[in-house]
């Protein structure tokens, strides 16, 4: 017990430490970076609170949601609707309207004029239709691919919902929030972008507390016997339509709120986001990043998105290749993702395989529990 | 007295093949029984009917005197009939103790297990089962780890966690070594009386340690019934059964 005691603080240090770093050098960019690549930064970083939604429901609860666009694209809408109305004169209508001949506001655009009822309904709403659905589906022990289907499905519906309400949306063109002001300031200017950027880092760490805080303890533990044995759990008196449901639903929330500042900081949410490929791709983010580690799932964000802007800057044809090459390789090589392969001692594999003789050929996680350390 | 546990004339069909086939048993509060049977006798289909799995096509399973069929699983477990599956299922990528902090905590809402730490009593009740079952120093270790006959008794000390009044167990020692099959004995005796448990097991010697009276299935339905020595005598048990008892592993 002593021994548990005394390496406390420096395990609580270690665990925490790649996140401070992380916030550190967040805080940092700002200052080197330019602009148009901040905007860039974030606009990823708010692409990882997606995936941290995804890497519970899939990490964590092995659920394969291919339809997480969805809860992204209705938290991007909520906050591009609020926008759209910001300084219109009275009785004025969004621009887009004009076009169609719409002289009536449809009904439900009213509330989104107030802005605390924007701010909930990034995330509730998503959230509602995740738990709708979810329950449906869970009640009815849909799972497996099955369930990858349906949410794939369920996309489509909305994809192309969206794609046809020109009267009631704008449909294929979106809404832009690039043009649109909030607190008398442009939304697509470098201080507004900035303050946006500042704003994803804090939502981000949130984000990443909130799941850290739900898998630390039993909940997280429940959610892992349900992926690997949910008959089992049954058995021992859980309903796992509850579990599953909530957990959807909070995978749904982080999707909204992460659509959202997506919006702001690319100025437009259009039916794009709720394209087929785009939600493969999230999934993607978090399997090469490591699913089951939070870490990985936003640094999968990060860095597949980095490599996306990169290569298509330079050889835009070649970026799907080179995106589903490196979705096969870690589904073949690197099974645990880049943070799982980092976790499992494979640089020290990597060493062996090219020669090197590693610093000690043995069992990492032995290595490192001090458990065993006497 | 009603008795916790009855099934009433149940039959359970695959596609036309009887698993049971008119079955009726009946067990009383705090009883050990026994339940033998060659392979595919329908032992784990009873089971499963009992517990929720499997839905029969006729019959009824009371327990305590309501009515259990239609009930999903997790409500009849809540109602406190607690399972061991035949191959051991824990939960594998949960450590031995995360394993039984499951189980102790049966079935509670996700906003219980998130909000709520276990209590002090129930932590406790983990610690000692742990050493029940000889696994205090693996307390840490992932149960994907553990050997066969671990995982045994981690999942007999999972469903002791749950603490359910009614307690089925399948084949609980295949796999042990002698003395620890001597020692699953001992547990499943000092557990009836406070509980009611019925175990099924092809190890006949373990049968024997039990001291129970034994239930004999056969093609889904209950051949005979009696204490070990009596049964053991009944030709008719001989020869579906007993006899071809050195065909078996
Ligand atoms: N889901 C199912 N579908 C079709 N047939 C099944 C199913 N489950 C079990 N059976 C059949 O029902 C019969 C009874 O199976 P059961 O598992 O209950 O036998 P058992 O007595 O537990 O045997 P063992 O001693 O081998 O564990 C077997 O013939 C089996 O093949
Ligand atoms: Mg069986």
Known sequence: ?374 | MTPILELQAVTVSFDGFLALNQLDLKLEAGELRAVIGPNGAGKTTFLDVITGKVRPSSGQVLFKGKPLIGKPEHHIARLGIGRKFQTPRVFEKLTCRRNLELAVAKGSSPVKLLLKPLTIELRERVQQLLLLVGLGAHDQQLAGGLSHGQKQWLEIAMLVAQDPELLLVDEPVAGLSDEETIHTAALLKELSGSHTVLVIEHDMDFIRDLQAPVTVLHEGHVLCEGPMDQVQADPRVIDVYLGREEDQP
């Open chain 1, 1 to 374: 017990m002593n021994l548990v005691n005394t390496s406390m603080p420096r395990k609580l240090i270690f665990r925490y430490l790649p996140f401070l770093v992380f916030v550190c050098i967040a805080l940092i960019l700002p200052l080197l970076l330019p602009p148009f690549r901040l905007n860039l930064l974030g606009r990823f970083l708010s692409l990882g609170i997606v995936a941290l939604g995804i890497d519970l429901i899939w990490g964590y609860t092995g659920l394969l949601s291919l339809g997480q666009g969805i809860f992204f694209a209705l938290g991007g809408y909520a906050l591009g609707m609020h926008l759209q109305l910001q300084n219109l004169a009275p009785g004025e209508l969004p621009e887009f309207f004009g076009l169609y001949g719409v002289k009536t506001m449809p009904a439900f655009w009213q509330p989104f004029n107030s802005g605390i009822f924007t701010f909930f309904a990034i995330w509730i709403i998503p959230a509602l239709v995740a738990g709708i659905l979810g329950f449906l589906v869970f009640r009815n022990r849909i799972k497996g691919v099955y369930f990858s289907i349906l949410t794939q499905a369920a996309l489509l519906v909305f994809y192309n919902f969206f794609n046809g309400q020109q009267r009631l949306i704008n449909g294929t063109n979106g809404l832009k929030t690039d043009t649109a002001r909030f607190l008398g300031e442009l939304v697509g200017s470098d201080g507004m972008q900035r303050n946006l950027y500042l704003l994803t880092v804090l939502v981000l760490f949130l984000a990443w507390l909130l799941c850290k805080w739900l898998i630390r303890g039993r909940f997280g533990d429940a959610l892992i016997a349900l992926r690997d044995d949910e008959q089992r759990l049954r058995f021992t008196g859980y309903n796992p339509t509850a579990y599953k449901t909530l957990v959807f639903v909070i995978a749904g929330a982080l999707a909204g709120i992460s659509g959202a500042l997506y919006t702001v900081q690319s100025g437009i949410v259009s039916p794009q986001f709720m394209a087929v490929p785009f939600s493969i791709e999230m999934v993607i983010w978090v399997a090469v990043g490591g699913r089951g580690t939070l870490v990985g799932a936003i640094l999968g964000a990060l860095l597949i998105n980095f490599a996306k802007s990169l290569i298509s800057e330079q050889l835009p044809e070649t970026w799907l290749f080179i995106q589903g090459a490196l979705f096969l390789l870690v589904v073949t090589a690197l099974p645990d993702g880049l943070v799982g392969w980092w976790r499992n001692g494979g640089p020290n594999h990597l060493l062996a395989m090219l020669g090197r003789a590693p610093k000690a050929a043995t069992y990492p996680s032995l290595d490192l529990d001090p458990e065993l350390k006497s």
